[in-house]
């Protein structure tokens, strides 16, 4: 497996954000991986893992699973179901991979797994090359 592309500064997968989650991405051939334990830093009700924080990270294994084959786009809609509740100490899975594709738009879905192998949340998402100076930007942005 290789490393996903990430900016250094990014709020999920950068190492260089304090206030971040320090993701690492990896590329299985197929779908886009993180790991990563629901840490108590991003609590929301007492000893309950943010749904936000989910949500957020389900956003990024499907863009991450675009980004590891080149494609660079941003977030155009994104569905998420929760399952479970996810408890302050479990450790996640997320899974990402391309469902599709429409000109510039890519479909995709991902899920969270939790150590029991129980899903806990999934998701469905569209994506978008962007037509302005914003796609230099993302790339520029880029390790």
């Known amino acids: 497996m290789k490393e996903i592309l990430k ?4 709020f999920v997968c950068g190492d260089q ?4 989650l320090k993701a690492k991405f990896l ?12 840490d108590t830093k991003f609590e929301g009700y007492k000893n309950i893992f943010h749904g936000g924080i989910v949500s957020t990270l389900l956003d990024e294994i499907m863009i991450k699973a ?10 155009a809609e994104m569905t998420i179901r929760f399952k479970k ?5 479990d450790k996640l899975r997320f899974e990402g991979w391309k469902t599709g594709q429409r000109g510039p738009l890519f479909m995709t879905e ?10 806990v949340a999934e998701a469905s998402g569209k994506y978008i090359r962007p037509k302005t100076d914003l796609g ?6 880029l390790e």
């Open 17 to 20: 954000n304090d206030i971040g």
């Open 7 to 10: 900016y250094a500064g990014c």
């Open 66 to 75: 675009l980004l590891a084959e080149d494609v660079f786009v941003v977030t």
């Open 27 to 38: 590329w299985d051939g197929k779908k886009a991986i993180c790991e990563i334990p629901a």
């Open 136 to 141: 230099r930007q993302l790339l520029d942005s």
């Open 110 to 119: 991902g899920k969270a797994v939790n150590q029991d192998g129980e899903i």
């Open 85 to 89: 509740p996810v408890f302050i100490g």
